[in-house]
């Protein structure tokens, strides 16, 4: 039988997610759609929206994610009240909700299965498992310092070298909880490096873990990089050519001496962990590590507060959370099997 779990990628930013994600799309079997904004957010200001049982609320959750400004439905091709529809007519849940955007995005393809791609999930997989419980995880990892010189020119990134040290160790340490904590089945971890110096192996072990045959065509992705990837996101260029290893190791051209330094000094353990070798370069100054331990403690406290925020509200939940949609979900849910000519419950 043939898997229906949600599949999400996640990574540190500029790991090769993009590149991953069109991959996958590329599957006869799975969709993956554009970047979107509304599923964390919807998330924590879910009590704003009430209980999910009862149709209105899901019409005007539904109507936030199809107009809001900032969700980027507008990108996935879909009709408004085609998708609020059928979040109305859905099963009652927030999770069912959400995720409708996703099966709907796959039904415009044609496709039974949906993943969903983001860099910074890897800090929500806790959340992402309480909506999608049967979900899967692809964790993709990049030498850290191809990541920080890549982030250093996105116009998009506005925070420093340093911050973006703390950003891919915060991600691999994550990756590393996430892979100790959830079943050998819903979490995968790979490097980018592997993945483009042989992405037919990489992806037939990929295919092995998703439950999916594998297809020749995901080895070739910038087929789809024209119909799935927004003409605004110039930084994804690389997309609409072959996967190659050239833009690995540019680092060394790309970073500063001293963001070398910094980077084998904070991040040495975490890249030789994985397999990256080091360049011997000299210590960093104190000043630099201490802007390093900053930038990290920050983000730590940031995540500790939206935590304990939310923490507050699953005190009193406003309603179901988890997903009705795959029969992976209904199972857990104690639910009966869904036949192809039933109606989803009301």
């Known amino acids: 039988m043939h898997s229906d779990r949600p599949v999400f990628v996640v990574g540190c930013p500029r790991s090769g997610t993009t590149m991953l994600q069109l991959m996958l799309h590329s599957h006869p079997r799975i969709a993956v759609p554009p970047e979107t904004r509304f599923l964390v957010p919807a998330y924590f200001s879910r009590r704003t929206y009430g209980d999910m049982r009862l149709a209105d609320n899901r019409r005007r959750l539904a109507t936030w994610i199809a107009e809001g400004r900032t969700t980027k439905f507008h990108e996935l091709g879909l009709s408004r009240p085609d998708f609020v529809q059928a979040a109305m007519l859905g099963p009652g849940s927030f999770g069912s909700v959400v995720g409708m955007v996703f099966k709907s995005y796959a039904e415009r393809f044609g496709k039974p299965r949906w993943g969903d791609k983001r860099p910074s999930y890897y800090r929500h997989v806790e959340m992402l498992m309480r909506m999608f419980p049967d979900a899967q995880f692809v964790h993709l990892v990049r030498d850290g310092r191809d990541c920080v010189a890549s982030l250093k020119q996105m116009p998009w990134y506005k925070a420093d070298a340093v911050h973006a040290m703390a950003n891919w160790a915060e991600a691999v340490d994550f990756g590393r909880r996430h892979a100790r ?53 110039v930084w994804h260029s690389n997309t609409h050519e072959e996967v190659t290893t050239a833009h690995s190791g540019k680092w060394a051209s790309r970073l500063e001496p001293w963001e070398i330094s910094l980077c084998e000094e904070v991040l040495g353990e975490r890249l030789a962990a994985y397999g990256y070798e080091l360049s011997g370069a000299r210590k960093p100054d104190r000043e630099h590590v201490a802007a390093f331990k900053a930038a990290g403690a920050k983000r730590r406290a940031a995540r500790l507060r939206k935590y304990n925020r939310d923490r507050l509200t699953r005190l009193r939940e406003p309603g179901p959370i988890a997903a009705l949609l795959t029969e992976g979900q209904r199972r857990l849910a104690g639910l009966p099997q869904q036949r192809s000519y039933e109606l989803l419950p009301r």
Do not use: N, Q
Request: charged share 35%; proline share 9%; net charge negative.
């Open 181 to 233: 904590k959830l079943p050998a089945d819903s979490f995968y971890e790979l490097r980018y490096e592997d993945l483009t110096a042989d992405p037919e192996t990489e992806l037939k072990k990929l295919c092995g873990f998703i439950g999916e045959e594998y297809d020749p065509a995901m080895c070739d992705p910038r087929h789809i990089a024209e119909l799935a990837v927004p003409k605004h996101k």
